[in-house]
């Protein structure tokens, strides 16, 4: 699976997706891919319901191929990805209030029927993915910042979670998951001197970017 920004309206995508000049080369050899087919899934949000039309891109010399599926529909499920992670945060971040699974999906979802057993996967599973993504994180810091001393300059601020995360274990791994990520654009961007602002709003947005440039191939 490959992560493409091709635009975020689902509407215009499905208008120019056949039309689209795509440029992806393979993990692999880095060779450059070309259009092998195309499938069709089921993609909900709170705005729309439809099937939208997801390309396979082949590599002629490793005969492996890809599916490109668009940011608002990273990963294996049919639910937008900007509103299943609005729905984690908000479920991670809401220890100062009480606040169920049904409530909650009443509250970001009052159009679309969500099963709460769906729902509280999406939290378990973002936190599950943790222990995948620590260690890659880790490592591209210090490839970054050779210098620095991960376990004490950088790990403690990581462990130091929110005082309104939920008193739940796997909201908790969530938090320290979004800290790590936080802590890798913060570093990483002093580095290459880029500048991010939209961090806050959409942090697993970045976490999916460093997962893809590290072809871990984990996504939220």
Known sequence: MRIINFCSDVK???????????????????????YHASYEV??????????????????????????????????RHQYDTFQREKYILNYTYISNKKASLRKLSSELFPSLLVSHTV??????????????????????MQEYLPSCDISSE?????????????DKSYSKTTAKLI????IY???????????ITDYDS???????????????????
């Not at 208008?15 to 891919?33: A, E, L, Q, S």
């Not at 010399?61 to 940011?71: G, R, Y």
């Not at 800290?179 to 936080?182: C, L, P, Y």
């Open 12 to 34: 215009i995508y499905m208008k120019i997706i056949f039309t689209m000049d795509i440029k992806v080369t393979c993990n692999i050899c880095g060779k450059p891919m070309v």
């Open 42 to 75: 089921n993609y909900k949000s709170e705005e729309l319901c439809t099937k939208i039309t997801i390309l396979r891109y082949k590599c002629k010399k490793c005969n492996v191929t890809h599916s490109l599926k668009p940011d608002f529909l990273a990963s």
């Open 119 to 140: 729902m509280y996967y999406w939290v378990r599973a973002a936190a599950d993915k943790n222990n995948l993504i620590e260690p890659i994180l880790a490592k591209g």
């Open 154 to 166: 950088l790990l403690p601020e990581v462990l130091d979670l929110p005082t309104n995360t939920r």
């Open 179 to 182: 800290n790590w990520g936080r």
């Open 185 to 195: 654009i913060k570093k990483t961007a002093e580095f290459m001197k880029t500048n």
């Open 202 to 220: 959409s942090p697993f947005k970045y976490i999916n970017r460093i997962l893809d440039t590290l072809t871990a191939h984990t996504f939220l």
